[in-house]
């Protein structure tokens, strides 16, 4: 038949078969997802409702952990369990309860750890499932603003290892490579079950901020990857909970006193103490400066962290 390209067709057939059977795979993922919820119900409920309808023929079991008690029972998802703990154990320890309450039988084959200010881009639980390939322990996408998708708050990122703190892309270039990264917030991270268990999940420790760095640097260690993949997007309404997007006296302090507790080496520790007290006088004087007379909740909140910080140096 004049035309008629073979080549063209058997291509074109290999391809609608090799979509097939990667739809066929995703359709049998089972995704563990836990929220964690603090303050304001709005932000959790539209972030379940962007689960249930982010589009993927992915199966997700959810779990909210309630850490304020103001959620009801009756929440957006035919899967949706809320596990109310009034104590408030802190971001990790309340994912870690969650997860564990989710796989209790084993058989999910993917968990995603969610703030509950974060809400799913169409088709992020698809592409999380093909991120989790073998030797990848966690995965994650860029991460957005709201009111601006076109601008990013995480794109890839790393370890700055001359300051202990995380970095984080937010090039529009970067964010459309799929890439191995040293780093993944955990405002929206997929996470191998197997790598989870091997590393233990969350260290309990870290109450709020810096559980992902030191989850990351422990898969690192264990010989599991970090991946950027450019599929998983979400947005993210920042600080919505804590006031980081305000530096809150609670997201200071908190923050500020577990900055070293990552880090393994003493004599590391011990250099990172000595940069992060110049910092952080640094910090307190431009807090000064910034509120004046009702600079001392801020500066207090820094100082009380700094100095746990410290003490964790010589524990």
């Not at 080549?7 to 929220?35: H, N, Y």
């Not at 999910?108 to 509950?116: G, K, R, T």
């Not at 200010?117 to 088709?123: E, F, M, W, Y």
């Not at 979400?234 to 507790?261: D, I, M, V």
Request: aromatic share 8%.
């Amino acid at each position: 038949m004049p035309g008629w390209d073979a080549s063209g067709e058997v291509r074109t057939r290999r391809r609608l078969g090799a979509e097939r059977v990667m739809d066929e795979a995703i359709s049998s993922v089972i995704a563990g997802i836990v929220v964690v919820h603090f303050g304001d119900p709005d932000p959790t409920l539209a972030c379940l409702h962007s689960i249930e309808n982010e589009g993927s023929a992915v199966e997700r079991r959810v779990a909210v952990v309630d850490n304020a008690g103001n959620l009801s029972d009756d929440l957006p998802g035919c899967d949706t369990r809320r596990i109310v703990r009034m104590d408030n154990p802190g971001f990790g320890a309340a994912a870690n309860i969650g997860l564990e309450w989710l796989d209790r039988d084993r058989r999910c084959s993917m968990y995603l750890v969610l703030n509950n200010d974060a809400t799913l881009g169409r088709g992020f639980l698809g592409a999380a499932a093909q991120a989790l390939e073998v030797g990848v322990g966690a995965a994650g996408g860029p991460i957005v603003e709201p009111d601006n998708p076109s601008r990013f708050w995480y794109a890839g990122g790393g370890i700055n290892f001359a300051t202990g703190t995380p970095w984080q892309a937010t090039s529009a270039t970067l964010a459309s490579i799929r890439r191995d990264v040293g780093f993944i917030p955990a405002t929206a991270m997929a996470i191998a079950p197997a790598a989870w268990r091997d590393v233990g999940g969350f260290d309990p420790r870290y109450f709020l901020y810096n559980e992902d760095v030191d989850l990351c640097l422990r898969l690192r260690r264990a010989a599991w990857r970090l991946v950027y993949e450019p599929g998983m997007q979400c947005a993210h309404a920042l600080g919505g909970a804590t006031g980081s997007a305000e530096y809150s006296p609670l997201y200071l302090e908190n923050l500020t006193q577990t900055r070293l507790l990552p880090f393994q080496s003493g004599i590391y520790r011990m250099y990172l103490g000595v940069a992060h007290t110049l910092y952080n006088s640094l910090r307190v004087a431009a807090l000064m400066a910034q509120h004046r007379r009702g600079s001392r909740p801020y500066v207090d909140a820094v100082i009380r962290g700094h100095l746990a910080a410290i003490r964790s140096v010589f524990k």
